[in-house]
């Protein structure tokens, strides 16, 4: 993925987290993200698409935490305790 379009993504994620769907304009992860509107819809045909990819990646990304933990070798209670511990956010 090239950078301008993973900051659109990240942009997108965040602002997903901290505001949900309804109240994520295009314009805010414009602003976000510091990238022109030109190059959003290069990338991305609708902020349903660029939604799409974001949760696509956080998605990616939480199986990868949920492997890194529950595929170790320590003990399932090391396990359960660090999958209840962890950080449930998107920074």
């Given amino acids: 993925m090239n950078a301008t379009k993973e900051n659109l993504v990240e942009s997108m994620k965040t602002l997903l987290w901290e505001r949900g769907y309804d109240a994520t304009s295009p314009n805010l992860v414009l602003e976000h993200s510091h990238i022109g509107k030109g190059s959003l819809y290069h990338h991305f ?43 449930k956010d998107t920074s």
Avoid: C, G, N, Y
Wanted: proline fraction near 2%; avoid cysteine; hydrophobic fraction near 50%.
């Fill in 45 to 87: 045909r609708s902020k349903k698409a660029l939604a799409i990819a974001a949760m696509e990646v956080r998605t990616d990304e939480l199986i990868e935490e949920f492997d890194e933990i529950f595929l170790s070798t320590l003990p399932w209670a090391v396990k359960l305790e660090q999958f209840f511990s962890a950080r």
